[in-house]
Nanobody, 126 residues
């Protein structure tokens, strides 16, 4: 199981960096994604990084504010989140995908990911 961490309470406009430790058994993944789910809403893709690190993808709502990156030596993927907004309060999850995506839309769709972390709460509030 993946292990996500780094969530917490932050004021609007603040920053957080989430981390996702990837256990050895998932090293054969095609990509790693970050999702978020607010109460009563579906889980939505936020960002994705290809396993080689050559391609990154961001939902339109976070472009220019969020950055996904990877530390191969630590088997960890990060999501740097800046200029956070109250509506981004949610549980954030990391997940790995073992197969290539059929479309750009598929990158942000939870059903296309196989292994999930248990989530970390991000609360943006003053």
């Amino acid at each position: 199981q993946l292990q996500a961490s780094g969530g917490g309470l932050v004021q609007p406009g603040g920053s957080l960096r989430l981390s996702c430790e990837v256990p050895g058994f998932t090293k054969g993944y095609h990509a790693i994604g970050w999702f978020r789910q607010a109460p009563g809403e579906e889980r939505r893709g936020v960002s994705c990084l290809s396993s080689g690190g050559g391609s990154t993808y961001y939902a339109d709502s976070v472009k220019g504010r969020f950055t996904i990156s990877k530390d191969n030596a630590k088997n960890t993927v990060y999501l740097q989140m800046n200029s956070l907004k109250p509506e981004e309060t949610a549980v954030y999850y990391c997940a790995t995908a073992s197969r290539s995506f059929a479309s750009i839309r598929a990158i942000y769709t939870a059903v296309n990911y196989d292994y999930w972390g248990q989530g970390t709460q991000v609360t943006v509030s003053s």
